[in-house]
Each structure stands twice: as C-alpha cells, then as structure tokens.
C-alpha cells in the first residue's frame, strides 16, 4: 500500500523548534518529489515547501511566510521526509500534511496530518 | 507569486443537484490545475491533475475543464458523500498556491 505518515507534531512555545518526520513506504520514494502541507484551524491549504529527487539536484523551495526558518530534508535511505521547523510562531500552528507529487506536481498522496501547536 | 480565487466560498445544494465551483488564477498557467476534495477531520485527496485528467477511483460525475486562468470543477449529480470542501491549486510556478477553498453543504 502507498503511504506516508507524519509523526513528530505537539506543543511549542514561541521561538522554539520542531522536527516533523514522514515515513513513507509502498513507492519508491527516491524517485519523488514531496512536499508539505498545513492547514490552520478552520482554515484552507496552504503549501509550506517541497523538495526535489536527489538526481534532480535535491533542491527546495518554500513559501514565503517559512522562507528561512524551515527546512525540508530527504533520507533516501530511511525512506523519511523531515521538516525542520525553527523559531515557530504561533501562526505556525496547524496540521501538517506530508505529500507525494506527481509527474504533473499534482500532491496523490496525503498523510493523516500532524498536529503543531505553538503557544505559551 | 500567483494567486487563486476560488468561488463561491461556500454553496448549499441538494442530492441531485449539478454543481459548478470556479477557480481562477491571477495569471495564465496553462492547465496545471489541480483539484482535491476533504472531507472533515480527513486529509485531502486528489480529484483532478492537469485541470482534467481524473484520479484512479474517482467517480466519473466529477469533470474538470478550463484552461489559462479560468477553471471549473463541476459535479454533474451531487451525492451525500460529495459534500465536502473544494480546492484547486496551481502547479505551474513556485510557490505553489491553493484558492481558499469552496464547501459544499446540505440543502
């Protein structure tokens, strides 16, 4: 079965930091692209980053409101996706989907989500 | 960075009902449009990639159609387990940007 499931979520004081994993299994995950995505509290998607297959440089990018405080990394050979999270807001506060994309960078497949919460 | 309006925010409509919900794009994108559809307290799950090519296990009464900035998710017979909450999002550049999304409620 294809899959990806976050672990790592919980509660952070402001400034603090955080490191999400996403293992994944049932695809050969070297070959993908991923990505993250977080969803406030009544609120819509929004795309936090993404991270290209290693022959294709392994390179980043992110959305803006995260640019420079998190970083998505890859273990190809743990088959795990990372988000490193640092000086979190309490903005940041959110379910965190990890995602594979498609040839087209359409995301088909989703994690159950992990949950961030950041406050004092 | 592009821009995506989805609209109406919200809908309600009945079983049976057709049902349109429209995306557009501060700028051209070609057709690199996606859709998903979550339900509550679920993840998303991909409908639609490249503004019309259907998901494995997707009900043929989804359709996607559009190009350039104007996109349309229609259903053509809601059923009780489409009601749910819409969003498409855009592949063409990065950031990757999703429209705020369109629930759709029981009449």
């Known amino acids: 079965e294809v899959q990806v499931v976050e672990s790592g979520g919980g509660l952070v004081k402001p400034g603090g930091s955080l490191r999400l994993s996403c293992a994944a299994s049932?695809?050969?995950?070297?070959?993908?692209?991923m990505s993250w995505v977080r969803q406030a509290p009544g609120r819509g998607l929004e795309w936090v980053g993404r991270?290209?297959?290693?022959?294709?440089?392994?390179?980043?990018d992110y959305a803006a409101p995260v640019k420079g405080r998190f970083t998505i990394s890859r273990d190809d050979s743990k088959n795990t996706l990372y988000l490193q999270m640092n000086s979190l807001k309490t903005e940041d506060t959110a379910v965190y989907y990890c995602?594979?994309?498609?040839?087209?960078?359409?995301?088909?497949?989703w994690g159950q989500g992990t949950t961030v919460t950041v406050s004092s | 960075d592009i821009q995506m309006t989805q609209s109406p925010s919200s809908l309600s409509a009945s079983v049976g009902d057709r049902v349109t919900i429209t995306c557009r794009a501060s700028?051209?994108?070609?057709?690199?449009l996606n859709w998903y559809q979550q339900k509550p307290g679920k993840a998303p799950r991909l409908l639609f990639h490249?503004?019309?090519s259907l998901q494995s296990g997707v009900p043929s009464r989804f359709s996607g159609s559009g190009s350039g900035t104007d996109f349309t998710l229609t259903i053509s017979s809601l059923q009780p387990e489409d009601f749910a909450a819409y969003y498409c999002?855009?592949?063409?550049?990065?950031?990757?940007?999703f429209g705020g999304g369109t629930k759709v409620e029981i009449k």
């Open positions: 490249s503004t019309s």
């Open positions: 995602t594979r994309m498609n040839y087209y960078h359409g995301m088909d497949v």
């Open positions: 700028q051209s994108i070609s057709s690199s």
């Open positions: 999002q855009q592949s063409y550049s990065s950031p990757l940007t």
């Open positions: 049932g695809f050969t995950f070297s070959k993908a692209w």
């Open positions: 991270i290209k297959r290693k022959t294709e440089g392994g390179t980043t």
